[in-house]
C-alpha cells in the first residue's frame, strides 16, 4: 500500500510536535528563574499550531491519509481548533499556579502538550487502532499530571485511581474493538459500518458494542463508570481538574462521536438503550449528588457528570434517521460551548482560590465585595452551565433538546423531560455557589482589599467569558461552525 | 418603512441594554451619576415608546406593526422577528411607564445594602426582557425574553430582599425554571410538527397539522410554563414567598409586569396556536381559576403581613384574568387583557404604599400599624383610593378588570360547556365579595383608628416629591381607564378579534 504523506494535513499536529519537543530540550537550558518562558513557547507553539489549521479550513474538501485511518475534514478541524484553544487556556490558568507552586514547569506543558496532540489525533482518527492510540496518548500524560503535587497524598490517590480505572477501562474496550475486529474483519471504521450495515445485529456484535462503549463511559465519567472522577479531580492541581473535565472529556466524547457515528451507526437498537441508560443516569446521579458537595472541586466534578449525560442524550436518540445529523450536531455545539464555560469557570475558582486558600463553597462569601468584576464573572459562568439566557449554555441545551424532539419518539421524549427537570435540579447547586459570592457575608479572615489577578488568568477568563457572552447572544457563530463541522458525516 | 418603523422595536427593547452598560462602566463612587444615566436611559426608552404610541395605526390594530425580521440563528431556522399589535400594545407601555416609576421611587431610599449601581443594573436589565418578551413574534426570541427577566429579579430578592430572601429567591427561580423547561420542549415539538418558530405564521395556521391528542400534550407543557408565572392556583406558593421578601421595587416589577408574560403567554402563543388543545384545557384552566380566585381570597383573610395580602390578592385577581382568558371568547380575552393594565397600575401602586408603609414604621405587621390616616393622611388617602381601585369599585380601573371577566363565563365559547362557565361566574362573583371583604378589612387596620402606642410618637413621613412622582401617574391611570376604559378595549379589540375571531 503507498502511503500517502499529504504534510498539509498534518501539519497543525507536526506544529504541536515540533513545540512539544523544543519545550523539553529549552528546559534544560532556561536558568531556574528563566523557567516561565517554557510556557511562552508552549502557548506561541499552540497558537501558531492554529495557522494551518485555518488554511485547511479555506481550502476546504476532506484529505484521507494512512488508508484511511486519519481523515481532515471540516470536523477533525473544527475539534483540532477547539482542543488547541482549550490547550492554549489551560496554558493561561497554569501558569502562576504552577510557577508559584514551585512545580516543574517545563515538564507540566509538555505532558499537557502531548496529551492534545493525542486529542487532536483522535478528532480525524478513523480506525479503531488509531483511535485507541489516541486514547492512550491522551490518557497517559493525564495519569502524571494527576499527580503532579506528588508530596500531597490526595494528589497522589488522584493520579493511582485514575490510572487504575484508565487501564481498566481500556482493557475492557480493547476486549470490545477485538471482537468487533473478529466479526467484521476490519479495524477501519467505513469497513466496520459496513459490515453492520449489512449484517443485521448478531449478538456477538451487540456484546462488542457494548464493551466498547462501556470502555469509553469510563473515560467520559458517565454513571455508573464515574466513581474515579470526583476523588480524581479533587485531588489533583485544580488547572490539570480543568483540563481533565474538559479536554480529556472532550477527547473522550470525540472518539464516541467516532464509533458511533462513523462505525457502529447501523446496529443502532445495540447502542441506542445503552446510551440511553448511561445518559439518563448520568444527569440524574451527578446532579442529585452535585446538591450535596461542600467543595466546589467536588461539585464541579459532579456538574461535569451531569453536562456529561446532556452530551450523552443525543447519542441515545440518533438512531432515528431523521435526527442523525442533528444529534451529531448538537453534541458537537455542546462540547463547544461546555468546553469554553467549564474552563472559564475553573480560571474563576483558581483566581478566587487565590485570596480564599480553600476550596469550600462557603470560604467564597461575599466575593463581591472584593472583588466584583471576578464575582460577575463567576456567576455568569455558573448560569450559563445551568443554560440560563443569554448565556452561552442555553444554546448548549437548546440544541440537545431539539435533537430529542426531531427524533420524537417516545423514549426520546421521555429522556427529554428528564433533562428538563435535570437542568432545573443543577440550577440549584449552580445558583447555590452564587448566593454565597452575592447574598453572604465574607468570612472571618478573609482580606477584603480588591483581589488582583495575574494577567494570564484574566486573559483567560477574558477569552472564555466573551465567547459566552457572544454565542449567547448570537449562537449562530457556534451554530454555523456545528452545521460545518456535522457536514463531514 | 421610515427609519423610525424599522428601528423602534428594536430601540424600546435595547436601549436599557445600553443603559446597563454605562451604569457598569461608571464607578461605583459616582452613585448621582449612575442613578442619572439609568434614569436618562429609561425615559429615553419610554420616548420610543411614546413614539411608538403615536405613529401606531390605531385602525389597523389587529396587525403586526414595526416589524422588523431578520436573520438571527438560520441554523435553527429561529428569527430576530419583532412586531406590535393591539394586544401588546397595553403591556409593552405598561412595562415602560414602570420602570421608570420604580426608578423615581427608589431615587433616595435604596434598600439595604444600597448599592444603587448594581441595583439599578437590575432593574435596566429587567427592562430588556420585560420589554422583549411582549413584542417577540419568534419562539425562541421570546423564550430567550421570558427568561432573561430571572436573573435580574432573582438577585434583586436574594440581595436586596427581607431576612427569608435566601429561600424566596430560589423558590421563585426553580419555580419558573421548571415551567419553562417544559415549555421549551413544547416549542420545539410546535417546530417538528409545524415547521416554523415565527408566531404569526403558527397563529395563522390555527391548528392545522397537529392531531388533536398532540395538542392537548404540547398545549399541557405550555399551560406549565405560562401557568407557573401568572401564577394560577396550585403552582402559587412561590408568589408570597418572593413579593414578601423581594424589595419594594422588586414587588412592584413582579407584580405590575411579570405576572403578565405569563397570561400574554397564554394569549400570544398557546390559545392561538393550538386551538383544539386549549378547547380541551379550557374547563380546567377555567376551574384553576376560580378556585385561585377563592383560595386567594380566602388566604388573604389569614394573612397578618400586609404585603402578603396584596401578594395573595395577585392571585385572586389574576384568576379573574385566567377565568376570561378560559372562555376562548374575544369579550373574555379582552377583558383579561384589560384584567392585566389594571392589575398592573393598581397592585402597583399598592405595593409601592406597602414599601413607604414599611420604610416609615419597619414593620408590615398589621396588628402594629393603626391610624396611617392621622399619621399620615396623604398616604393614607392613596392607599384607601388603591384599596378601592382593587376591589373594584365601579369607576376605577379594576372593575373593568373584574366585571366582563365574570361576565364572560356566561357564555363561553362555542363547544365549552356553559353550564360548567356558568357555575364558575358565580364562583367568580362569590370572590368579589371576598376581594372587598379582605381589603377593607386590611385598609381598616392600617389606615384607621388611632396609631398604636409604640408609633405614637413617632415621626412619619407622609407622601414626598419622589413618591408623588411615581404614584401620580398610576393614580391617573387607574381613574382614566376606570371612566373611559375604552382606551385599551380600542385597541386590544381588532386584534383580539382577527386572532380569536373565529
Given at each position: 500500500m503507498k502511503v500517502h504523506w499529504d504534510l498539509h494535513a498534518l501539519a497543525p499536529l507536526v506544529a504541536v510536535t515540533v513545540t512539544i519537543v523544543v519545550v523539553l530540550i529549552a528546559d534544560f537550558f532556561f536558568e531556574y528563574r528563566e523557567r516561565f518562558k517554557t510556557y511562552q513557547l508552549a502557548a506561541f507553539g499552540t497558537l501558531a499550531a492554529l495557522i494551518p489549521i485555518i488554511t485547511l479550513a479555506r481550502d476546504g474538501g476532506t484529505r484521507s491519509l494512512f488508508g484511511g485511518a486519519f481523515v481532515v475534514d471540516t470536523y477533525t478541524l473544527a475539534f483540532q481548533g477547539f482542543f488547541l484553544i482549550v490547550a492554549y487556556v489551560t496554558l493561561l490558568i497554569s501558569v502562576d499556579h504552577i510557577g508559584e507552586g514551585d512545580y516543574y514547569q517545563g515538564e507540566f506543558y509538555v505532558l499537557v502538550l502531548t496529551s492534545t496532540l493525542g486529542m487532536m489525533i483522535m478528532a480525524g482518527a478513523r480506525d479503531l487502532i488509531t483511535i485507541f492510540v489516541a486514547l492512550e496518548m491522551i490518557s497517559i500524560p493525564t495519569f502524571v499530571l494527576a499527580g503532579w503535587r506528588k508530596h500531597d497524598t490526595r494528589s497522589n490517590e488522584a493520579a493511582v485511581k485514575y490510572f487504575i480505572i484508565g487501564v481498566l477501562s481500556s482493557a475492557v474496550m480493547l476486549y470490545g474493538i477485538s471482537m468487533v475486529y473478529g466479526l467484521s474483519g476490519s479495524t477501519s471504521l467505513s469497513g466496520i459500518a459496513e459490515y453492520a450495515g449489512s449484517a443485521g445485529t448478531p449478538a456477538l456484535l451487540s456484546i462488542a458494542i457494548f464493551l466498547t462503549i462501556v470502555g469509553f463511559a469510563f473515560k467520559i465519567s458517565a454513571v455508573p463508570f464515574h466513581f474515579w472522577a470526583p476523588d480524581t479531580y479533587d485531588g489533583a492541581p485544580i488547572p490539570v481538574t480543568a483540563f481533565l473535565s474538559v479536554a480529556s472529556k472532550a477527547g473522550g466524547f470525540v472518539a464516541l462521536l467516532n464509533v458511533i457515528f462513523f462505525g457502529f451507526y447501523a446496529s443502532h437498537t445495540s447502542w441506542q438503550p445503552i446510551i440511553w441508560v448511561l445518559a439518563a443516569l448520568s444527569m440524574t446521579v451527578g446532579n442529585l449528588v452535585a446538591i450535596r458537595q461542600t467543595s466546589i472541586v467536588r461539585m464541579l466534578a459532579y456538574s461535569s457528570i451531569a453536562q456529561g449525560g446532556f452530551m450523552l442524550v443525543p447519542f441515545a436518540v440518533a438512531g432515528v434517521g431523521s435526527s442523525k445529523h442533528a444529534s451529531f450536531e448538537a453534541v458537537i455545539v455542546y462540547i463547544l460551548i461546555y468546553g469554553a464555560m467549564n474552563l472559564g469557570m475553573f480560571a474563576c475558582v483558581i483566581a478566587a482560590m487565590r485570596r480564599t486558600?480553600?476550596?469550600?463553597?462557603?470560604?467564597?462569601?461575599?466575593m463581591s465585595k472584593y472583588s466584583p468584576i471576578l464575582a460577575v464573572m463567576t456567576s455568569a459562568f455558573l448560569f450559563s452551565l445551568a443554560g440560563i439566557?443569554?448565556?452561552?449554555g442555553w444554546f448548549a441545551k437548546f440544541v440537545m433538546f431539539r435533537s430529542v424532539l426531531d427524533a420524537g419518539t417516545t423514549p426520546a421524549v421521555i429522556l427529554g423531560v428528564i433533562a428538563a427537570l435535570n437542568s432545573v435540579i443543577a440550577f440549584f447547586y449552580y445558583a447555590g455557589v452564587a448566593r454565597a459570592i452575592w447574598f453572604r457575608e465574607t468570612p472571618e479572615g478573609i482580606d477584603l482589599r480588591p483581589l488582583k489577578t495575574p494577567f494570564a488568568l484574566n486573559a483567560a477568563i477574558a477569552i472564555t467569558g466573551s465567547f459566552v457572552l457572544i454565542v449567547g447572544i448570537y449562537p449562530q457563530v457556534i451554530a454555523r461552525l456545528g452545521e460545518l463541522a456535522g457536514a463531514a458525516l | 418603512m421610515d427609519w423610525f418603523d424599522s428601528w423602534a422595536l428594536t430601540l424600546a427593547v435595547f436601549l436599557p441594554a445600553v443603559g446597563l452598560v454605562l451604569v457598569l462602566a461608571t464607578p461605583k463612587a459616582q452613585e448621582q451619576t449612575v442613578k442619572v444615566i439609568a434614569l436618562l436611559t429609561t425615559i429615553v426608552t419610554a420616548a420610543v415608546g411614546i413614539g411608538i404610541l403615536t405613529k401606531f395605526n390605531y385602525n389597523r390594530s389587529g396587525s403586526l406593526q414595526f416589524v422588523v425580521n431578520k436573520s438571527w440563528i438560520p441554523v435553527i431556522d429561529a428569527r430576530y422577528h419583532l412586531g406590535i399589535d393591539g394586544i401588546a400594545l397595553p403591556m409593552f407601555a405598561l412595562s415602560m411607564l414602570i420602570t421608570i416609576l420604580c426608578i423615581i421611587y427608589s431615587w433616595n431610599h435604596f434598600p439595604e445594602p444600597h448599592n444603587p449601581k448594581a441595583f439599578l443594573a437590575l432593574i435596566l436589565l429587567l427592562e430588556v426582557g420585560m420589554n422583549g418578551t411582549f413584542v417577540a413574534q419568534d419562539l425562541i426570541l421570546f423564550f430567550i425574553f421570558f427568561e432573561v427577566v430571572l436573573l435580574p429579579m432573582f438577585f434583586m430578592i436574594g440581595v436586596w430582599g427581607g431576612p427569608n430572601r435566601e429561600y424566596a429567591s430560589i423558590k421563585f427561580f426553580l419555580f419558573t425554571l421548571f415551567g419553562s423547561a417544559l415549555m421549551l420542549l413544547s416549542f420545539l415539538a410546535l417546530y417538528f410538527k409545524?415547521?416554523?418558530?415565527q408566531i404569526p405564521e403558527l397563529a395563522r395556521l390555527h391548528g392545522a397539522g397537529i392531531a388533536h391528542g398532540t395538542q392537548v400534550l404540547i398545549f399541557a407543557g405550555l399551560f406549565l410554563g405560562f401557568a407557573i408565572k401568572v401564577p394560577m392556583f396550585p403552582f402559587h406558593t412561590w408568589l408570597p414567598d418572593a413579593h414578601t421578601e423581594a424589595p419594594t421595587v422588586g414587588s412592584v416589577i413582579l407584580a405590575a409586569v411579570l405576572l403578565k408574560l405569563g397570561t400574554f403567554g397564554f394569549i400570544r402563543i398557546a390559545l392561538p396556536i393550538l386551538p383544539s388543545g386549549a378547547q380541551t384545557w379550557a374547563p380546567w384552566i377555567g376551574l384553576l381559576a376560580v378556585i385561585g380566585i377563592i383560595y386567594g381570597a380566602l388566604a388573604c383573610l389569614a394573612q397578618t403581613d400586609m404585603k402578603r395580602v396584596i401578594a395573595f390578592s395577585s392571585v385572586s385577581h389574576m384568576g379573574f384574568v385566567m377565568l376570561g382568558i378560559a372562555t376562548l371568547t374575544t369579550f373574555g380575552i379582552n377583558a383579561a387583557i384589560f384584567g392585566m393594565v389594571a392589575h398592573g397600575l393598581i397592585t402597583g401602586l399598592l405595593f409601592f404604599v406597602a414599601g413607604s408603609v414599611q420604610h416609615n414604621y419597619h414593620t408590615r405587621e398589621m396588628s402594629r400599624l393603626g391610624g396611617l390616616l392621622q399619621q399620615a393622611p396623604r398616604m393614607g388617602w392613596i392607599l384607601g383610593f388603591a384599596v378601592m381601585a382593587s376591589l373594584g369599585l365601579p369607576g376605577l380601573a379594576g372593575f373593568w378588570g373584574e366585571f366582563p371577566a365574570i361576565l364572560s363565563a356566561y357564555s363561553p365559547a362555542a363547544g365549552l360547556s356553559e353550564g360548567l362557565f356558568r357555575g364558575f361566574m358565580a364562583v367568580a362573583a362569590i370572590g368579589t365579595v371576598l376581594s372587598a371583604g379582605y381589603l377593607l378589612w386590611m385598609y381598616q387596620r392600617v389606615a384607621f383608628g388611632v396609631p398604636k402606642d409604640e408609633f405614637a410618637e413617632a415621626h412619619i413621613h407622609d407622601v414626598g416629591p419622589a413618591e408623588w412622582m411615581a404614584w401620580t401617574p398610576l393614580i391617573l391611570l387607574t381613574l382614566a381607564l376606570g371612566i373611559y376604559p375604552q382606551i385599551i378595549f380600542g385597541v386590544t379589540d381588532r386584534a383580539v378579534t382577527r386572532i380569536f375571531g373565529g
Open positions: 486558600q480553600s476550596d469550600e463553597i462557603s470560604s467564597f462569601g461575599g439566557p443569554p448565556l452561552a | 409545524l415547521g416554523s418558530f
